[in-house]
Structures are given as structure tokens and as C-alpha cells.
């Protein structure tokens, strides 16, 4: 059974960070592209960044380029989202998801499994 489940969210002041983590559960993980995407009230669920099997490639949305990195162990089966400069408009539920391929890594509706999400807060 695949699970993805996230964690490290929480509140955080402007300007300050947080590590959000995805532990993975899944049997093709180390082949797999990895994403974190974040959705909050009334808006879609939009992707923040985006990491090929192997870490060679990344993919950051000018929103968050320079501010989120993403990165990978695929010995742990983890994916990590460090998150530096936050900005009241980065509250979101944030949720972790696989796919098998990395063409279209930026669009939701392309990837296969997701996570439960973890609200991050940030507070002006």
C-alpha cells in the first residue's frame, strides 16, 4: 500500500522557515518524481517545487524560486521541502506527491499519489 505522509508544518512569523518533511512508503520510490504542492481556501492546488529521481533536475514556480528548495534521499525514501523567507501568502495546506514520470511535474492532476497535507501558517 502507498503512503505518503508529510510533516513540519505549522506557525511561523514572516520571514521566518520551516522544513517540511514527505516519509514515503512507496515501492518505486527511488524512480519516482516527487513534488510538493499547496492548496489554501478558494484557490487551486498549485505546485512549489518538483525533483526528478535522482535530484539531477528541480522545478520552482517564480513564487517561491530563491526561497524553497526541495531535495531527496532515496535511501531514507524522503523528500524534504526547506522553505526560507516565508511570506503570508505561503499559508497553505501543503501536500507531498509522486509521480512516474517527470513530464508535466508542475500539474496536479498528473501525479498518481498524495499525501494526508500539513497546514503551514504564517503570520504577518
Known amino acids: 500500500q502507498v503512503k505518503l505522509v508529510e510533516s513540519g508544518g505549522g506557525l511561523v512569523q514572516t520571514g521566518g522557515s520551516l522544513r517540511l518533511s514527505c516519509a514515503a512508503s512507496l515501492r518505486t520510490f527511488s524512480s519516482a518524481t516527487m513534488a510538493w504542492f499547496r492548496q489554501s481556501p478558494g484557490k487551486e492546488r498549485e505546485s512549489v517545487a518538483a525533483?526528478?529521481?535522482?535530484?539531477?533536475?528541480?522545478y520552482y514556480p517564480d513564487s517561491v524560486k530563491g526561497r524553497f528548495t526541495i531535495s531527496r534521499d532515496n535511501k531514507k525514501n524522503t523528500v524534504l521541502l526547506q522553505m526560507d523567507s516565508l511570506k503570508p501568502e505561503d499559508t497553505a495546506v501543503y501536500y507531498c506527491?509522486?509521480?512516474?514520470?517527470?513530464?508535466?511535474?508542475?500539474?496536479?492532476?498528473?501525479?498518481?499519489?498524495w499525501g494526508q497535507g500539513t497546514q503551514v501558517t504564517v503570520s504577518s
Open positions: 525533483i526528478t529521481w535522482n535530484g539531477g533536475r528541480t
Open positions: 506527491a509522486a509521480k512516474a514520470s517527470w513530464i508535466n511535474h508542475s500539474i496536479a492532476t498528473k501525479y498518481d499519489y
